[in-house]
């Protein structure tokens, strides 16, 4: 796929840094406010759609299954698991438990493991709707 | 034993995500890995139903008991039914597993295959340990999903169609399901099985259960394929590759259809004379009709799929007779044997119909078809698949001293003795008319004449095909010990004790 004109390519340019860095806000927050991991996966995709949809997947050199997003994939349900697995065999000998401190609440580091559940499944979503994405548009 | 509850569905999701990540680079870890988690699993599940003493046992995932009374977490409750099944189910795959190491060489993308497979594995072991009917659907949808792409495994033309007839279906019934919990949730305000029972006892309106229950009926209905719901079985069975058959026909039918009917009509509904009367109607429809459709099939793996449906049906009538005679109020323990008939059937069903896919699967490996007009006299070169093969066609037709001869018997003296004379006289003709499929499978197959191959060409199918073969054979005949009184009384008739007696279900609630 060849890209798109030159006034959509300049406006990505300065709007996909931006939606990249909300997605990043939204996961780190993920705890303390609406919307959370899921959410995140489906805008930090969209910038790569954006991204990928207005400089064409030629110049990329997209193939139609990226090794990549693929692992990333894996790698972030991976990541969970292996969160929720230590609660069992390590800390608490009980499944999902939250192990970790809790913080104060309203404070960014707090509220134990679930910020890190949000990042695995962040990188789960992102990467499968990516991997959707690209199985259908090239 | 507790503690180990989560390792059912841990250990092949880990998998499937580990085959994903490292099967590229390690070849060997994506053959052995799923075989030896399963291996595992299968022990597991055996030593759970050597050491179970009859309790419920319950495992709060993330360590939350309930607040207020209200159980808000997430429970893996585990009984002798669920036992019994994560047997089935651990044991049937990893047989498959072992078997598709040889068979699924020829194809490209094997690393799919194992991940789908556990998937598909975590799937039903979550819907059979589930305690609540959230995550029961989350579980079921799982192994769904997983099961309709490894239906089009193959990418041929016939093969996607099937998997998207399967998936159509599929989402209509997962629809039913959904909706239903929906308003399961909005009367009762809980999705725990155990309290939305004793909600429903409290206060009964008795029009939307009836609503619900029949709606539940239709969407596991259209997952085991009974009969007026069965058009997407054939297809679907006969396209997959020959060990996701065996699985499919001999573990998802019963783990996501049959399973959830008995659970839920004892342990969350009461039971209703009408809605029993209902699931007997279905049965029955399922049992005569299925094993009609099958006698036309030239297909080999299309007649067993057809009497898939009519097996089903024997299971439904054993679990159907048994609902209408305590409906009625009836003695308590013709009900209790007609219902173990139900679940013993369904176990010997696991095997002797994964064993005859397997089967299936071998003579398609060697010839390269399945058509029974182009087979015959295959017992020479074949002996072992040959000799399998013929002792699970004794089983499915109800030859003694197979497994299916004493369950079917079971079901028959349970009919008769509940006095419903016309099932009992189908269920008899209808596995003399399976007799008689069956030996026509056989004859075209493996006697008869030779036909035209090239005798260099056709020779046993490898190792770890022959050894799931002749494991299941084995238990084809080692699955009638559990008709032995002493063993019967340890294992099935507690089973079914626990499930009918709703009240055992409902003290998790106060263990929690």
Same mark, same amino acid.
């Given at each position: 796929?060849?890209?798109?004109?030159?006034?959509?390519?300049?406006?990505?340019?300065?709007?996909?840094?931006?939606?990249?860095?909300?997605?990043?806000?939204?996961?780190?927050?993920?705890?303390?406010?609406?919307?959370?991991?899921?959410?995140?996966?489906?805008?930090?995709?969209?910038?790569?759609?954006?991204?990928?949809?207005?400089?064409?997947?030629?110049?990329?050199?997209?193939?139609?299954?990226?090794?990549?997003?693929?692992?990333?994939?894996?790698?972030?349900?991976?990541?969970?698991?292996?969160?929720?697995?230590?609660?069992?065999?390590?800390?608490?000998?009980?499944?999902?438990?939250?192990?970790?401190?809790?913080?104060?609440?309203?404070?960014?580091i707090?509220?134990?493991?679930?910020?890190?559940? #949000?990042?695995?499944?962040?990188?789960?979503?992102?990467?499968?709707?990516?991997?959707t994405?690209?199985?259908?548009?090239? | 034993?507790?503690?180990?509850?989560?390792?059912?569905?841990?250990?092949?999701?880990?998998?499937?995500?580990?085959?994903?990540l490292?099967?590229?680079?390690?070849?060997?870890?994506?053959?052995?890995?799923?075989?030896?988690?399963?291996?595992?699993?299968?022990?597991?599940?055996?030593?759970?139903?050597?050491?179970?003493?009859?309790?419920?046992?319950?495992?709060?995932?993330?360590?939350?008991?309930?607040?207020? #009374?209200?159980?808000?977490?997430?429970?893996?409750?585990?009984?002798?039914?669920?036992?019994?099944?994560?047997?089935?189910?651990?044991?049937?795959?990893?047989?498959?597993?072992?078997?598709?190491?040889?068979?699924?060489?020829?194809?490209?993308?094997?690393n799919?295959?194992?991940?789908?497979?556990?998937?598909?594995?975590?799937?039903?072991?979550g819907?059979?340990?589930?305690?609540?009917?959230?995550?029961?659907?989350?579980?079921?949808?799982?192994?769904?999903?997983?099961?309709?792409?490894?239906?089009?495994?193959?990418?041929?033309?016939?093969?996607?169609?099937?998997?998207?007839?399967?998936?159509?279906?599929?989402?209509?019934?997962?629809?039913?399901?959904l909706?239903?919990?929906g308003?399961?949730?909005?009367?009762?305000?809980?999705?725990?099985?155990?309290?939305?029972?004793?909600?429903?006892?409290?206060?009964?309106?008795?029009n939307?259960?009836?609503f619900?229950?029949?709606?539940?009926?239709?969407?596991?209905?259209?997952?085991?394929?009974?009969?007026?719901?069965?058009?997407?079985?054939?297809?679907?069975?006969?396209?997959?590759?020959?060990?996701?058959?065996?699985?499919?026909?001999?573990?998802?039918?019963?783990?996501?259809?049959?399973?959830?009917?008995?659970?839920?009509?004892?342990?969350?509904?009461?039971?209703?004379?009408?809605?029993?009367?209902?699931?007997?109607?279905?049965?029955?429809?399922?049992?005569?009709?299925?094993?009609?459709?099958?006698?036309?099939?030239?297909?080999?793996?299309?007649?067993?799929?057809?009497?898939s449906?009519?097996?089903?049906?024997?299971?439904?009538?054993?679990?159907?007779?048994?609902?209408?005679?305590?409906?009625?109020?009836?003695?308590?323990?013709?009900?209790?044997?007609?219902?173990?008939?139900?679940?013993?059937?369904?176990?010997?069903?696991?095997?002797?119909?994964?064993?005859?896919?397997?089967?299936?699967?071998?003579?398609?490996?060697?010839?390269?078809?399945?058509?029974?007009?182009?087979?015959?006299?295959?017992?020479?070169?074949?002996?072992?698949?040959?000799?399998?093969?013929?002792?699970?066609?004794?089983?499915?037709?109800?030859?003694?001293?197979?497994?299916?001869?004493?369950?079917?018997?079971?079901?028959?003296?349970?009919?008769?003795?509940?006095?419903?004379?016309?099932?009992?006289?189908?269920?008899?003709?209808?596995?003399?008319?399976?007799?008689?499929?069956?030996?026509?499978?056989?004859?075209?197959?493996?006697?008869?004449?030779?036909k035209?191959?090239?005798?260099?060409?056709?020779?046993?199918?490898?190792?770890?095909?022959?050894?799931?073969?002749?494991?299941?054979?084995?238990?084809?005949?080692?699955?009638?010990?559990?008709?032995?009184?002493?063993?019967?009384?340890?294992?099935?008739i507690?089973?079914?004790?626990?499930?009918?007696?709703?009240?055992?279900?409902?003290?998790?609630?106060?263990?929690l």
């Amino acid at each position: 796929m060849i890209g798109m004109t030159l006034i959509l390519k300049k406006i990505n340019q300065l709007i996909v840094g931006l939606i990249f860095l909300y997605g990043i806000y939204i996961i780190t927050h993920g705890h303390l406010t609406p919307g959370g991991c899921f959410a995140v996966g489906a805008v930090i995709a969209g910038a790569f759609f954006l991204l990928v949809l207005a400089y064409g997947s030629d110049i990329l050199k997209l193939r139609k299954r990226e090794e990549g997003s693929s692992v990333a994939e894996s790698t972030g349900i991976f990541i969970f698991l292996v969160l929720a697995f230590t609660a069992l065999i390590i800390v608490t000998r009980i499944f999902f438990t939250n192990y970790l401190p809790k913080g104060i609440t309203g404070e960014l580091i707090s509220s134990g493991v679930i910020p890190l559940y #949000n990042i695995a499944v962040g990188i789960e979503v992102a990467a499968a709707l990516f991997n959707t994405f690209l199985a259908l548009y090239l | 034993m507790n503690s180990l509850i989560p390792l059912f569905i841990i250990l092949p999701l880990a998998t499937a995500i580990l085959i994903m990540l490292f099967g590229r680079l390690a070849k060997v870890l994506q053959k052995a890995l799923p075989s030896a988690v399963l291996l595992f699993l299968t022990g597991l599940s055996f030593y759970f139903i050597i050491s179970w003493d009859s309790g419920i046992y319950i495992y709060e995932i993330g360590g939350w008991g309930p607040i207020d #009374n209200i159980p808000i977490s997430i429970y893996f409750v585990l009984d002798g039914l669920s036992i019994l099944m994560l047997c089935i189910i651990n044991l049937v795959g990893f047989l498959s597993g072992f078997y598709a190491i040889s068979y699924i060489k020829r194809y490209t993308g094997e690393n799919k295959f194992y991940a789908l497979f556990c998937l598909m594995i975590a799937g039903m072991n979550g819907v059979v340990l589930s305690g609540d009917i959230f995550n029961l659907y989350v579980y079921l949808e799982i192994a769904a999903i997983s099961s309709y792409a490894l239906v089009a495994f193959e990418v041929e033309k016939e093969k996607l169609e099937a998997s998207y007839k399967y998936q159509v279906l599929g989402c209509l019934s997962s629809f039913f399901i959904l909706l239903n919990i929906g308003l399961l949730y909005w009367y009762t305000k809980s999705l725990n099985i155990a309290d939305i029972s004793r909600i429903m006892e409290a206060s009964a309106n008795k029009n939307l259960i009836i609503f619900i229950q029949i709606l539940f009926i239709a969407g596991f209905g259209l997952k085991a394929a009974l009969i007026p719901f069965h058009a997407w079985l054939p297809d679907a069975h006969s396209s997959a590759p020959s060990p996701i058959s065996a699985m499919l026909s001999g573990v998802l039918i019963k783990a996501i259809g049959i399973y959830l009917i008995i659970r839920l009509f004892f342990n969350m509904f009461d039971i209703t004379y009408e809605i029993a009367l209902l699931i007997t109607v279905i049965g029955t429809l399922s049992m005569v009709i299925g094993v009609l459709l099958a006698i036309g099939q030239w297909d080999m793996k299309r007649l067993l799929a057809y009497h898939s449906i009519s097996q089903m049906g024997y299971v439904i009538i054993g679990i159907g007779i048994g609902m209408l005679i305590l409906a009625k109020g009836g003695n308590k323990s013709w009900a209790a044997l007609s219902i173990a008939g139900g679940l013993f059937h369904m176990t010997n069903h696991a095997v002797f119909k994964g064993l005859l896919f397997l089967n299936a699967g071998a003579v398609e490996y060697t010839t390269g078809t399945r058509n029974l007009k182009e087979l015959g006299g295959l017992s020479g070169s074949m002996p072992v698949t040959s000799s399998t093969s013929l002792s699970a066609s004794m089983a499915i037709s109800g030859i003694p001293p197979f497994n299916g001869f004493f369950s079917k018997l079971i079901i028959i003296i349970a009919a008769a003795k509940a006095q419903y004379f016309l099932l009992t006289f189908l269920a008899i003709s209808v596995s003399i008319i399976t007799l008689a499929s069956f030996l026509k499978l056989q004859k075209k197959t493996f006697y008869g004449k030779l036909k035209n191959w090239n005798l260099n060409k056709i020779k046993e199918a490898p190792f770890t095909m022959c050894f799931s073969m002749i494991v299941l054979a084995i238990l084809c005949i080692g699955l009638s010990l559990l008709i032995i009184p002493g063993i019967r009384e340890n294992i099935m008739i507690h089973v079914v004790y626990t499930l009918i007696n709703k009240s055992n279900y409902l003290l998790i609630l106060s263990e929690l």
